[in-house]
């Protein structure tokens, strides 16, 4: 989770130190998600995983939107994640490049098996089991 640009002093003090002992961990996660529950509620703003290298207005933009998770994403932009103008239109953006390089940058952070759970979700052959557990994670001091 990126902190950069969260206020942390609305929060009360537990919830604050708690953020400032999470910025100072480094995560590592396998690169695939096996589990489509966890897989779809990965956030793409603010993330671990998914770079949103466009700028913080278009963060903005998704936020106000509530569009935060790749289920969300997906659901807007089909399984194939190639329906910018779709998006840009929920976003009530103009510029359909600047969404489809968005995209095109998700896509390419997931893994082959990644995109056929997807698939398979989108067209009813999958569906999510909240049972799955949740992904390895490894966390360790980064003082530096």
Not at 26 to 33: A, D, G, L, T, V
Not at 53 to 59: E, I
Request: hydrophobic share 40%; net charge positive.
């Amino acid at each position: 989770m990126d902190l950069k640009g969260l206020r942390l002093n609305n929060l009360s003090g537990f919830y604050g130190g708690l953020f400032k002992v999470w910025g100072l961990l480094r995560k590592e996660r396998p690169e695939c998600c096996g589990s489509l529950f966890w897989l779809l509620r990965e956030p793409v703003v603010r993330g671990s995983r998914f770079v949103c290298g466009v700028g913080p207005s278009l963060q903005q933009r998704l936020c106000e939107e509530r569009i935060l998770t790749l289920g969300q994403v997906v659901e807007v932009c089909c399984p194939r994640l190639d329906n910018a103008a779709g998006l840009a239109s929920r976003l009530s953006l103009r510029s359909v490049r600047v969404v489809s390089l968005l995209l095109q940058s998700w896509k390419q952070q997931l893994s082959q098996s990644e995109l056929a759970l997807i698939a398979a979700h989108c067209n009813g052959l999958k569906s999510p089991n909240d049972n799955d557990s949740f992904p390895e994670m490894r966390c360790f001091p980064d003082l530096s």
